[in-house]
């Protein structure tokens, strides 16, 4: 085994045993949360080692990263997951190229969207992304705002809403970050109430897993805990 190799692998291990942790810590199962690898800005070889420890979902934040490694992992059967935010400018290559999309939240990109998947004859598998943080930098919807969102949805038939992704405020303060958490599982809560199945809470990182786990997260998004140091240029 190399040291890259080595290394991943360590990191993989001590991932799923927080994940585990955090689970019995609140009495849930560690299988009832599931990990979504982040490979943005990471090297094609970096990649190329979790997919040989078994991974296959990965999350990219930009297109132009899903066509390089699409071009790069030709004949594998992946899944690049879009989790950065996106324009309707983008909707023939995110219907193209994208497995899921996590970032979904205006209703001017659904359009957009379904008129380009019907063009393709597909659907896309969309978690709405929520805004649970106050920072400026934050995108999403407003949490009560889910589920008239999702009835408005209904009209776009290539779209299929399975949950929704929020990220939390980027603070150590662990109770601000289960407030964040906590406002996405109860739109959730409600919408589930008004008749939508939405089984996906993807919501925690590196730094916030545990807070998002102990609110009811079913996907955590791991990059560089899981990926080692990014070096960006």
């Known amino acids: 085994m190399d040291d890259l190799t080595s290394a991943f692998t360590q990191r993989l291990h001590h991932i799923r045993q927080r994940i585990a942790e955090a689970c019995t810590h609140v009495g849930r199962e560690p299988q009832s949360v599931q990990l979504l690898p982040v490979s943005k800005s990471f090297d094609d070889a970096v990649v ?70 019907q063009q393709q004859g597909r659907g896309l ?27 408005t949805l209904k009209a776009y038939a290539s779209l299929k809403p399975f949950g929704v992704m929020t990220m939390a405020t980027q603070t150590t303060d662990v109770a601000e970050q289960r407030r964040c958490f906590a406002l996405a599982r109860q739109a959730v809560e409600q919408a ?30 791991i990059g560089s805990a899981l990926f080692g140091t990014r070096y960006y240029a």
């Not at 078994?54 to 059967?77: S, V, W």
């Not at 978690?127 to 009835?151: C, D, H, M, V």
């Open 48 to 117: 190329q080692t979790a997919i040989e420890a078994g991974l296959q979902r990965f999350g990219e934040n930009r297109l132009p990263a899903i066509q390089q490694r699409l071009q790069a992992f030709p004949d594998q059967a992946l899944d690049w997951i879009m989790i950065g935010h996106v324009q309707s400018n983008k909707a023939k290559d995110i219907a193209r190229y994208v497995t899921e999309l996590h970032s979904l939240d205006r209703l001017s990109v659904a359009e957009a969207l379904d008129r380009r998947l």
């Open 192 to 221: 589930r109430e008004a008749g939508f199945d939405l089984p996906c809470l993807s919501m925690g990182m590196s730094d916030d897993l545990e807070a998002a786990v102990a609110e009811g997260s079913t996907e955590v998004r």
């Open 125 to 151: 598998p969309v978690l709405i992304q929520l805004k649970t943080a106050q920072e400026g930098s934050k995108t999403g919807l407003e949490p009560a705002e889910l589920t008239e969102f999702l009835r």
